[in-house]
């Protein structure tokens, strides 16, 4: 089955080295060590799958892209039944460190195409080469979009091209405008179920030199470098999760223990005297000790994780990008942050108003305590775990973009 190129990035042991260097704060020379890698993608193997429906002529595509002939030696089998069943990988000499993939018809297993994409490990493979032949199929959109969901790219072939040029011969039309045509098709077929349409090719793996076979394959060609680092750049997520793992797993402990301070202090029924202007009173030790737990427990967070303006700087010269534009990109899912923020400061205003309910109605000292130590735990826990989680991701964005090429 095929290995995801981050498989093949680091080895276990490489693994290890960049866990315990985040472990000891070292969060640039972690960026530096997956910088490295990335700027030496060459031999980082690619595994590019084959797909379209059954018969639409995967196999002899990939036997075309291996310069042989369905009847040489070590030719995918071809035919007019449905011939494959298994996913095959085929080597590609004039592609180095590409494995095709021939997968079979994709409206096999009973046309469930979930059920396909689960059999076939679809998410394993790095880049898709969709074939279809005579016209736009339904499968061809929804894997499309699978495809695009999973932020990879693929090319559309329009095989057997031979065939629809005989067509358009027998009935007189222009062959250049068929071909418009075809494309146009194809475009707003992918428009129609909310697809960025990718590159199309039309081919007949039977006439290599015409038509768009030889294009497919210079293009495929240049575009193994990008393809190789928009895999590595959706593999960083996975790769820090790794690597932040422990650490993330000892902070979490320390917000365990902070949030049960705040519930201790919350315990206490400590409020202010009532001032003649204001009609009940506050909890305010409560209220105090959450802000201060929660700005002193961000702060301990952020250092921990190592983010700080001096590691902005310092990579910044590092990796050839203004110390600006890391930060920007870092913050870069502000709008995001927003609803959570939104949804804690209304969770606080809730606590505290119960609170001063509780006490304007004079409820037991029991009670209040109860609730004071359960709702100042809660509260805290949830706005550290929250703010942890987003520093979490704020160091997702900085190796993303510490990597990215723009
Ligand atoms: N005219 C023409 N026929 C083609 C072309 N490519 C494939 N064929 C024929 O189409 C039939 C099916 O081709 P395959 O390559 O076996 O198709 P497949 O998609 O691998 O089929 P399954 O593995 O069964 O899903 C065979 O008879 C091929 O010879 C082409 O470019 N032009
Ligand atoms: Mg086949």
Redesign the pocket.
Same mark, same amino acid.
């Not at 002529?57 to 002899?60: E, F, H, I, Q, R």
């Given at each position: 089955m095929a290995q995801s190129t981050l498989s093949q990035l680091f080895t276990v042991q490489e693994s290890r080295n960049l866990q315990s260097m985040y472990n000891t704060g070292e969060l640039e020379g972690v960026i530096l060590q997956i910088k490295s890698k990335s700027d030496n993608l060459d031999n980082v193997q690619l595994n590019i799958a084959v797909l379209g429906d059954? %018969?639409s002529?995967?196999? &002899?595509f990939?036997n075309a892209m291996r310069g042989l002939r369905s009847s040489d030696h070590g030719a995918? *089998?071809? %035919?007019n039944e449905? &011939?494959?069943m298994e996913p095959t990988k085929y080597p590609c000499q004039d592609l180095p460190n590409v494995q095709l993939w021939?997968l *079979? %018809?994709m409206n096999s297993f009973g046309f469930e195409l979930n059920n396909y994409l689960k059999k076939v490990k679809f998410e394993s493979f790095d880049f898709f080469i969709i074939v279809s032949q005579a016209r736009f199929r339904e499968n061809d959109g929804e894997i499309a979009k699978k495809i695009q969901e999973q932020g990879k790219e693929f090319y559309y072939v329009r095989s057997k091209i031979d065939n629809d040029a005989y067509s358009l011969k027998k009935q007189g039309a222009d062959l250049n405008e068929g071909w418009r045509t075809i494309r146009r098709d194809c475009i707003n077929n992918f428009q129609t179920v909310g697809v960025t349409p990718p590159d199309i090719f039309l081919i007949s793996s039977f006439d290599l030199e015409e038509y768009d076979f030889l294009r497919l394959k210079s293009t495929l060609t240049r575009d193994l470098p990008s393809i190789k680092s928009n895999v590595l750049s959706l593999s960083v997520p996975k790769i820090m999760l790794d690597v932040t793992e422990p650490k993330r797993r000892m902070l979490m402990k320390r917000v365990w223990l902070l949030a049960i301070l705040a519930g201790a202090v919350g315990a206490v029924p400590v409020s202010v005297p009532v001032p003649m202007s204001v009609p009940v009173p506050v909890p305010v030790l409560s209220v105090i000790t959450i802000i201060g737990l929660t700005v002193a427990g961000r702060i301990y967070l952020q250092k921990q994780l190592g983010l700080s303006d001096k590691l902005l700087q310092s990579l910044a010269s590092k990796v050839a990008k203004p110390s600006s534009v890391l930060k920007a990109e870092m913050n870069h899912r502000l709008p995001r942050k927003m609803p959570l923020a939104v949804t804690n400061v209304l969770l606080g205003i809730t606590i505290v108003t119960c609170m001063i309910t509780g006490i304007k109605y004079s409820f037991s000292p029991v009670m209040l305590s109860i609730f004071g130590a359960v709702s100042s735990f809660a509260l805290t826990y949830k706005l550290l775990k929250d703010s942890l989680k987003d520093h979490l991701e704020t160091v997702q964005c900085l190796v993303k973009s510490a990597l990215s090429r723009d």
């Open positions: 059954v %018969g002529g995967k196999s &002899t990939i995918a *089998p071809t %035919g449905e &011939t494959w021939d *079979p %018809g």
